[in-house]
């Protein structure tokens, strides 16, 4: 900028008058640098977004000891909290928030435009992270549905909402839970979106569940070739059930408040169960599935799901069996036979999640935190994440480590430009 600025100087005598306003359009760039330095969200100054870090990203992934050593020192010191009154803010701007925000630069490639997908979000604080998370993996072809917790903060709410006024393919679940740990209703709250999902105009291909603390490890064009080699299948994770997890679903559970941490949870009885309906053989697995839409469409209007699912009601954890055994019944789509070897965790791609027992046996240790056993992930595992295979990984907090997240979003941008440029591109004008 300065030597542009002395250049213009040395023709000063023939054009003082566009000499100036060149000046003053260069003093007002600078201006402006030094703003969106200082302030990160440039503009307008009055409305925040969430707070951005000053880190090398790339130097992050290169693992370089210097500045993931400042991502500890920031980590320990320097963690700004992002407000959900913030994104309430944001978002009563539409025009300003889809700006900002770069959802109107989202380009579509004809490999993405004819691969829709939909996502099911269950979620219930940190209204910025819902909104990284649906930027971060945004395409305005696929179909968002937010489902909120019916005892989530006001703030919260009115934020998911913004969200959905502003986004014209993200919407909220009409039907919503007040989802307890543990329960049948974290279940029903992705039921809901699904059964919402399927009647949207979006002919979306696959649906993928997430919640507040997921993140992607795979931009959208890279889910989408990694979903169409799928070919029909589903994908989650479905195994035989351990003695300890049976007893799960052989006993009756009432929910009681029976926990300072979770105000309620599905308390095991004395009384056993009767056997699952239809001769079902029970099958464990997790909450997170990948499900062709053909897959979705047969178990809505089938009474043996119904009957499955009224089955669960007084189970622990039954989102954790579901899926695990539906995707094993005879004849639905995208079967996997009830002789096929267990799926495990570390083999369907839903979800990878670090357990601290299983680490430096299977993985290399947490840099972030542990709670109840399981890793919140920090910077020094970005590489790790992006390179073992999973699309998704669980959890990631920012008030555990900001720049992890950060840094992810970074990259997946990086990689969706890298990946489309090999295709046709469909940008918005202007
Ligand atoms: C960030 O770090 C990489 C090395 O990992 C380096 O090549 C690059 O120049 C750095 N960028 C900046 C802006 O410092
Ligand atoms: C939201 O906007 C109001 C009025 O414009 C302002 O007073 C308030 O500080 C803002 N809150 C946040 C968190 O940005
Ligand atoms: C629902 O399940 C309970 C026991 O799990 C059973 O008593 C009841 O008959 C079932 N209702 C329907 C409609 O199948």
Redesign the pocket.
């Known amino acids: 900028m300065n030597t542009r600025c002395s250049l213009l100087r040395l023709r000063r005598k023939q054009f003082i008058p566009s000499l100036l306003s060149l000046l003053s359009i260069c003093v007002l760039l600078l201006i402006y640098t030094k703003y969106s330095y200082i302030n990160n969200s440039f503009f307008p100054p009055d409305i925040q977004t969430f707070h951005r870090y000053n880190i090398?990203?790339?130097?992050?992934?290169?693992m370089?000891p210097v500045?993931v050593g400042k991502s500890l020192i920031i980590r320990t010191k320097n963690v700004v909290e992002d407000r959900d009154e913030s994104l309430v803010n944001f978002t009563s701007h539409c025009s300003t928030f889809l700006q900002f925000r770069g959802y109107n630069d989202v380009c579509v490639s004809e490999e993405e435009r004819d691969f829709p997908l939909a996502y099911s979000l269950v979620v219930h604080k940190s209204a910025w992270m819902v909104e990284r998370l649906i930027r971060v993996l945004y395409s305005p072809t696929n179909i968002y549905c937010i489902h909120y917790d019916q005892k989530s903060s006001a703030h919260f709410i009115s934020a998911m909402e913004g969200l959905a006024r502003c986004l014209p393919n993200v919407f909220i679940a009409s039907k919503r839970e007040s989802v307890f740990y543990a329960s049948i209703s974290r279940l029903k709250a992705d039921l809901n979106c699904l059964s919402d999902l399927l009647g949207s105009e979006v002919k979306w291909k696959y649906v993928i569940n997430l919640c507040g603390q997921d993140f992607p490890l795979r931009s959208n064009i890279e889910l989408v070739s990694e979903l169409k080699r799928l070919n029909g299948a589903n994908m989650l994770e479905t195994s035989r059930p351990s003695q300890s997890k049976k007893q799960r679903f052989t006993f009756h559970h009432e929910l009681r408040d029976a926990s300072f941490e979770y105000q309620k949870l599905p308390v095991k009885t004395h009384q056993t169960k009767s056997p699952p309906p239809h001769g079902m053989e029970v099958f464990s697995g997790n909450a997170y599935f990948v499900l062709s839409r053909e897959f979705v469409v047969h178990f809505e209007s089938s009474a043996v799901v119904k009957d499955f699912l009224n089955w669960s009601e007084d189970t622990y954890s039954p989102d954790e069996h579901f899926w695990a055994t539906l995707v094993r019944l005879p004849g639905v789509p995208g079967e996997v036979s009830r002789s096929q070897p267990d799926i495990t965790d570390l083999m369907s791609k839903t979800r990878l999640v670090k357990w601290q027992y299983l680490e430096e046996k299977l993985y290399p240790p947490c840099t972030g935190q542990h709670v109840r056993s399981v890793c919140i992930f920090g910077a020094a595992e970005m590489r790790w994440l992006l390179n073992y295979g999973h699309w998704f990984a669980n959890k990631f907090d920012p008030k555990v480590d900001p720049i992890l997240i950060q840094c992810l979003e970074e990259k997946l941008q990086e990689k969706q430009k890298l990946f489309q440029l090999h295709g046709s591109l469909n940008c918005p004008k202007g």
Do not use: G, L, V
């Open positions: 090398n990203c790339s130097a992050i992934y290169d370089d500045e």
